[in-house]
């Protein structure tokens, strides 16, 4: 059976990325911080769909939980999804400098660290593929949440374009996933109010989750799900930026 490697695998995007490669009969390594919450998954898991489920409990804001899933991962994966993540709240100069450096860590530092671990072992093999959850906050001014998963998405594009020559690269992808808002925990979680936003904003977690295998498959290198972001995204390209950072700012209510 091939094997996924999923970061921040127990909620969110990251457990509907679990459910539904278990369900394809992939066997999983879960990886998240809370080693009760990711047994109770990899429990849950095995029980419904009959694969293995490995846990792997590392903190990804430290150097050693970033080594441990790079040891992982050098032992061979199909799949990685790099999708721990986090959002503060406020903007830059109201967040401590120290919180936003931890989100450096794990959006940015852990992904290419992650990244450089599996490629090789997927570039042997000839098959392999790597999603890199950032956002469409990559596409808009949004602070250092914003920064980090535009480089992201530059760094996913970059990935991939040096790949592309490299014997056994036919069958192995790298993609950048940019959800907007999705129904998961993750506002909760970050003490945001999410009230004003209207309902068609909201997307479904297994829907993004089809959309972003669909398009891995097909070796899209940015994968924007919803009619909605795909407008949004296309309308930020074409405006000046100083308006789209207006736009940006206007929008921190719902933050």
Same mark, same amino acid.
């Given at each position: 059976?091939?094997?996924?490697?999923?970061? $921040?695998?127990?909620?969110?995007?990251?457990?509907?990325?679990?459910?539904?490669?278990?369900?394809?009969?992939?066997?999983?390594?879960?990886? *998240?911080? =809370?080693?009760?919450?990711?047994?109770?998954?990899?429990?849950?898991?095995?029980?419904?769909?009959?694969?293995?489920?490995?846990?792997?409990?590392?903190?990804?804001?430290?150097?050693?939980?970033? $080594?441990?899933?790079?040891?992982?991962?050098?032992?061979?994966?199909?799949?990685?999804?790099?999708?721990? @993540?986090? %959002?503060?709240?406020?903007?830059?100069?109201?967040?401590?400098? *120290?919180?936003?450096?931890?989100?450096?860590?794990?959006?940015?530092?852990?992904?290419?660290?992650?990244?450089? *671990?599996?490629?090789? $072992?997927?570039?042997?093999?000839?098959? $392999?593929?790597?999603? =890199?959850?950032?956002?469409?906050?990559?596409? &808009?001014?949004? +602070?250092?949440? %914003?920064?980090? !998963?535009?480089?992201?998405?530059?760094?996913?594009?970059? &990935?991939? &374009?040096?790949?592309? +020559?490299?014997?056994?690269?036919?069958?192995?992808?790298?993609?950048?996933?940019?959800? %907007?808002?999705?129904?998961?925990?993750?506002?909760?979680?970050?003490?945001?109010?999410?009230?004003?936003?209207?309902?068609?904003?909201?997307?479904? !977690?297994?829907?993004?989750?089809?959309?972003?295998?669909?398009?891995?498959?097909? @070796?899209?290198?940015?994968?924007?799900? @919803?009619?909605?972001?795909?407008?949004?995204?296309g309308f930020s390209r074409l405006v000046p930026s100083s308006l789209v950072g207006r736009l940006s700012r206007a929008g921190r209510k719902w933050d």
């Open positions: 059976m091939p094997t996924a490697l999923i970061t $921040g695998a127990t909620t969110g995007l990251g457990a509907a990325f679990a459910h539904r490669l278990a369900a394809d009969g992939f066997d999983l390594v879960l990886l *998240a911080r =809370n080693a009760e919450r990711l047994d109770a998954s990899a429990r849950d898991l095995r029980d419904r769909y009959g694969v293995r489920a490995e846990v792997l409990a590392a903190d990804l804001s430290t150097d050693e939980g970033i $080594g441990r899933a790079e040891d992982r991962l050098r032992e061979g994966v199909d799949l990685l999804v790099n999708n721990a @993540g986090f %959002g503060n709240r406020g903007a830059f100069l109201d967040v401590p400098v *120290a919180d936003e450096l931890v989100m450096l860590k794990v959006h940015c530092e852990a992904v290419l660290r992650l990244t450089n *671990a599996a490629l090789p $072992g997927m570039l042997e093999r000839g098959r $392999g593929g790597v999603v =890199n959850v950032a956002s469409v906050a990559a596409f &808009a001014t949004r +602070g250092t949440y %914003g920064a980090s !998963k535009a480089w992201v998405v530059s760094f996913s594009q970059a &990935a991939a &374009a040096e790949i592309a +020559g490299r014997p056994g690269a036919e069958r192995v992808r790298v993609m950048a996933l940019c959800p %907007g808002f999705v129904h998961t925990e993750f506002h909760e979680r970050a003490g945001m109010d999410m009230a004003g936003v209207p309902d068609f904003m909201w997307l479904d !977690k297994d829907e993004v989750v089809d959309v972003a295998l669909r398009d891995l498959r097909r @070796g899209i290198e940015v994968c924007i799900p @919803g009619a909605q972001y795909k407008a949004i995204v």
